[in-house]
């Protein structure tokens, strides 16, 4: 991005990571809905973070686990999106698809790899505990989706510099 500002960097990661956290936490009810017959569950996770390991296990919707953990969910997309975002290298222009696809997949890799590898067990999710691989890909594949179609909807609202300056 040319002369990134980080300003605007944090307002656009602020839009594609509550659209990522959306689609994400989508992903999580779907998932928790097939492999544990209960959608709620997999929000409860990430509250281990603050609760304890324990927390994962909880059942259903349970204050604080389900809010708490939706909670850290959206920071955390937000915290991913601020990366997506301060990697961008040029404006989206509406003939590069893959401009947006890219960068959000290479994104929610890193997120997986980080989230599910590097990080301490008592700092991961929580919801890798209960939920299926597939599920798993699921989640972090609809995360990406969220992070690019944010970016695409940003080339929907902003017209092409050359409509900006006609007079």
């Known amino acids: 991005m040319k002369g990134l500002v980080w300003r605007d960097v944090f307002r656009t990661a602020v839009r594609s990571g509550s659209l990522a ?8 009810l779907a998932g928790g809905a097939r492999d544990l017959h209960n959608a709620i ?22 204050l604080p686990h389900t809010a708490l953990g ?3 969910h959206y920071g955390s997309s937000i915290f991913w999106a601020l990366f997506f975002e301060s990697t961008r290298s040029r404006p989206p ?3 590069r698809y893959a401009d947006c ?3 959000a997949a290479l994104t929610a890799a890193t997120a997986a790899f980080v989230d599910l590898v590097i990080t301490p ?9 209960r939920l299926s691989a ?3 890909v699921g989640v972090y594949a609809a995360f990406a989706l969220g992070l690019a179609a ?6 929907r609202i902003k017209p092409p510099d050359s409509v900006r300056a006609a007079p």
């Open 134 to 136: 597939s599920s798993l």
């Open 70 to 72: 939706a909670g850290i």
């Open 101 to 103: 696809v890219r960068p």
């Open 150 to 155: 944010a970016r695409l909807a940003e080339r």
């Open 93 to 95: 222009t509406a003939s």
């Open 41 to 62: 569950t997999p929000l409860n996770g990430p509250s281990q973070w603050i609760l304890g390991r324990c927390a994962p296990c909880v059942d259903g919707l349970r």
């Open 21 to 28: 956290s959306v689609t994400s936490a989508l992903a999580l």
């Open 121 to 129: 067990p008592r700092f991961r999710p929580g919801f890798e505990q």
